[in-house]
């Protein structure tokens, strides 16, 4: 059976392994031979010496990035860098490389975004590319432990659906034999019914589309979600367990991949042990200091969020944003009713998410729709769920591309997206 070359390095001096993996480069010399083999876990270099004369004969006609099996004997007295190499007593050609190679994996040539993506495959095998995905894993990982262990209950909910989640008209829509359907934005009504089922605490991992017609480095049409809901609950008790569900996505990655992170450069970020918040009419009250008018009920533009994340040196939330500019589904907060029991989580100038306790009375929630614009028999299949008992209720849904990059300092959220769907990019 073969070995992972980390598991191969585990093994005593002179115990006899079998290693699959790339040829990431070679040399051929008058007496001796190497091959730099790499696989998912790591790189191991396998020397082939002089009296082998049929394996130096096939190393020279390897191409990089060719598939290989090698069998042969460890040495952990050898002159690299770590000290170990196998001496090849066999190797197999699993499968030859093309020639040249669409991008080199260590060759410190760099390529732009576009002819990247086109050539994922070979875009990923670079060292500090994997470990991006890996990063992400582990990063969603912790999420996960953390919410099992404040017993939510993951969930799956439609991905086609007969109304949009938001209402408005940033939606695919998609053919579903005779009937009209999109592409779901969200699971944020199905999650809301699990609630009023009686489930208490929701959670979900899946994909979400915004037929949004952006452009930038930090929008995506599909992306990962991670959402929840939480019954008996408002936002406040929401903006908690973001935080706490933030840092242990941050404590796992550090714990794992720390050290590897840290090799290439990467610094995570220290959370705070309490997020500061801040409302949205202190923001304009800071902005108006810096003679920057924001009228109410106004979004913030990027600069006015860099004016604002200049006072907080890591994670925060902007809280109490104007009714005007939420979801239907939102809470006014009582007695002010221009205002909602809503929130941002923002990194310094960045937005990572948004999160709100939602209106739980039937008759509020019909007017929440006619407010904004919406038909309430459209969404009749939700609603009803609400005239049966359905409990106060808050939740978030986070973008993990997006946590990612910012927790990795990126620039490009398509860096931290395996398959990147933008307004131009459908394939691969």
């Known amino acids: 059976m073969s070995l992972s070359i980390a598991d191969a390095l585990t093994q005593e001096n002179d115990t006899e392994v079998t290693l699959n993996g790339w040829v990431q480069d070679f040399r051929v010399l008058k007496t001796v031979s190497f091959i730099v083999l790499r696989d998912h876990t790591g790189v191991l270099q396998v020397t082939v010496k002089k009296d082998k004369e049929v394996l130096q004969k096939a190393i020279s006609s390897l191409q990089r990035e060719t598939v290989v099996s090698v069998r042969g004997k460890l040495n952990k ?23 040249p190679l669409p991008l080199g994996v260590i060759d410190k040539v760099n390529a732009d975004i576009e002819t990247r993506l086109n050539n994922r495959f070979i875009d990923l095998r670079k060292e ?101 809901e939480m019954g008996f609950s408002d936002h406040t008790d929401a903006m908690r367990m973001l935080q706490e569900s933030i840092k242990s996505g941050i404590r796992q990655l550090k714990s794992t991949l720390g050290d590897s992170l840290s090799s290439h450069g990467i610094n995570l970020p220290e959370p705070p042990d309490e997020f500061p918040k801040i409302t949205y009419n202190e923001c304009i009250e800071l902005l108006s200091n810096r003679n920057e008018v924001v009228n109410f009920g106004s979004d913030f533009t990027p600069e006015n969020l860099k004016i ?62 006619r407010k904004k614009g919406l038909n309430p028999e459209d969404f ?22 997006r946590l990612t990059m910012i927790m990795l300092n990126m620039h490009n959220i398509r860096e931290v997206t395996l398959f990147p769907r933008d307004r131009t990019r459908i394939s691969p």
């Open 77 to 99: 007295e050898a002159l690299t860098k770590n000290g170990i190499e196998v001496i090849a007593d066999s190797l197999t050609v699993l499968n030859k490389s093309a020639t």
């Open 128 to 228: 500090e590319n994997n470990l991006i995905f890996r990063s992400e894993s582990e990063v969603l990982w912790g999420i996960r432990k953390y919410l099992h262990e404040q017993k939510f209950i993951e969930v799956h909910t439609p991905k086609i659906v007969a109304a949009a989640t938001e209402g408005g008209a940033d939606l695919f829509p998609v053919q579903y034999f005779e009937k009209n359907a999109y592409l779901n934005q969200s699971p944020q009504l199905y999650k809301e019914i699990l609630i009023s089922a009686g489930f208490n605490r929701v959670f979900e991992v899946g994909p979400a589309f915004r037929a949004e017609k952006h452009n930038t480095p930090r929008h995506l049409n599909e992306f990962t979600s991670i959402d929840i």
């Open 308 to 369: 604002i994340g200049s006072e907080f040196p890591s994670f925060y939330f902007i809280t109490e944003w104007p009714s005007e500019l939420r979801a239907f589904y939102t809470m006014p907060k009582p007695g002010q009713e221009s205002l909602s029991n809503s929130f941002d989580l923002q990194f310094k100038e960045f937005e990572i998410t948004s999160g709100a306790q939602r209106v739980h009375d039937p008759d509020m929630l019909e007017l929440r729709f």
């Open 380 to 401: 009749s299949f939700y609603s009803n769920a609400f005239r049966y008992g359905m409990p106060p209720h808050a939740g978030w849904g986070l973008g993990l591309e």
